[in-house]
């Protein structure tokens, strides 16, 4: 089993940043695909970015620009920068772990931007 622990959401003021990170408890997480979902009041869970084992990132076109995926094997940690937030990006973000026909999510933290 796997476990994900999200940390660093909170509010902050549209045009703000912030940092989110996401720790695995295994070390398959080098050999991951690992992304950043997100689900805002009254919509399903949507994907905002992934990273893959190699480093390659992918972007919903609304994030793009404004959001950076990274990861660091060594410590397990998949990180989400965020800048020039806007209140659409209010929603609860949730690490996810893909490995084989496996997936994983992490308990979610809130992230609200106010206007």
């Known amino acids: 089993q796997v476990q994900l622990v999200e940390s660093g959401g909170g509010l902050v003021q549209a045009g703000g940043s912030l940092r989110l990170s996401c720790a695995a408890s295994?070390?398959?997480?080098?050999?991951?695909?690992m992304g950043w979902y997100r689900q805002a009041p009254g919509h399903g869970r949507d994907l905002v970015a992934t990273?893959?084992?190699?480093?390659?990132?992918n972007y919903v076109d609304s994030v793009k620009g404004r959001f950076t995926i990274s990861r660091d094997n060594a410590k397990n940690t998949v990180h989400l920068q965020m800048n020039s937030l806007k209140p659409e990006d209010t929603a609860v973000y949730y690490c996810?772990?893909?490995?084989?026909?496996?997936?994983?999510w992490g308990q979610g933290t809130q992230v609200t931007v106010s206007s």
């Open positions: 990273i893959s084992s190699g480093g390659s990132t």
């Open positions: 996810n772990l893909k490995i084989g026909l496996r997936e994983y």
């Open positions: 295994r070390s398959i997480f080098s050999a991951s695909i």
